[in-house]
C-alpha cells in the first residue's frame, strides 16, 4: 500500500489542495490545473459538495490522479472509498483510521510532525507521510532533522509551502513532493480566470 502511495507521490513535484466552494467550478477548476501540468489533485473534504466535486472530476479527467484529503474519521474515508479516488491524505492519524486503510487497497497518506508519529506510522507500515502543518511545525528545518534518524519516511510537507519556500523542502532527501495552494487564489477562483490558474499551475511545475 504505501508503495503504492510513494509512486502517487513521485508523479508531480506539487500537489494542488483543492477546496471546492461551489460544485459548479470543480471541473473547470482541475481542468486549469491539469492544463497547467498539475494532474494530481487533492480535493479536500471539507465542504458538502467535496465528494460529489471528486466524482464528477474523475469522470471528466480520467487521466488525472485524484485524491480526498482532510480524511479524518473512518466516515470520510469510506466515503472517498466509494467515490473511487486514487489515494487519501490525512492531516494526522489514529488507530481507527490506520486499521481502516489497512482494509482497502487505495493508497493512503497519515500526516505526522514529531519523530515518535513518524515512528507510530513506520510500526503500523506507513513509510510515506504528510508532514502537516509544515511550516508551524518547524519547516523544512525540522523535516530535515527528521531525515537523519527515520531516513526510511517520505513526506509530502503541506501547509505554508509557497513558491519561495517550496524548492527548499524539494532539495530534502526525505521529500518527494509538496502540497500548496498558491496557484488557488480565491479571487482567480471567484472571478472564473481559469487561465491564469494554469499560468500559476504551469509556473509550479517548474519546481
Do not use: H
Not at 26 to 37: E, Q, Y
Not at 66 to 77: A, K, L, N, P, Q
Amino acid at each position: 500500500m504505501t508503495s503504492k502511495m510513494k509512486q502517487i507521490m513521485q508523479l508531480s513535484k506539487v500537489i494542488p489542495v483543492v477546496v471546492i466552494e461551489d460544485i459548479k467550478d470543480a471541473i473547470p477548476l482541475a481542468t486549469a490545473l491539469v492544463d497547467g501540468g498539475l494532474t494530481t489533485l487533492e480535493i479536500t473534504l471539507r465542504t458538502p459538495d467535496a465528494i460529489q466535486a471528486i466524482v464528477k472530476i474523475k469522470q471528466a479527467l480520467p487521466n488525472a490522479v485524484i485524491g480526498s484529503g482532510t480524511v479524518v474519521d473512518v466516515e470520510t474515508m469510506q466515503a472517498s472509498v466509494d467515490a473511487g479516488v486514487d489515494f487519501m491524505v490525512s492531516p494526522g492519524s489514529s488507530d481507527n483510521l490506520l486499521s481502516a486503510a489497512s482494509l482497502n487497497d487505495v493508497p493512503f497518506l497519515p500526516g505526522a510532525t514529531t519523530p515518535s508519529e513518524v515512528m507510530n506510522l513506520l510500526d503500523n507500515g506507513f513509510d510515506a507521510m504528510k508532514f502537516f502543518p509544515a511550516e508551524a511545525s518547524g519547516g523544512f528545518k525540522m523535516l530535515k532533522s527528521i531525515g537523519g534518524p527515520l531516513p526510511q519516511a517520505t513526506f509530502c510537507p503541506t501547509g505554508g509551502i509557497n513558491p519561495i519556500n517550496a524548492g527548499k523542502y524539494l532539495a530534502l532527501e526525505n521529500v518527494a513532493c509538496v502540497g500548496g495552494t498558491w496557484m488557488l487564489d480565491k479571487k482567480l477562483i471567484a472571478e472564473k480566470k481559469w487561465s491564469e490558474i494554469t499560468r500559476l499551475s504551469k509556473q509550479a511545475c517548474l519546481l
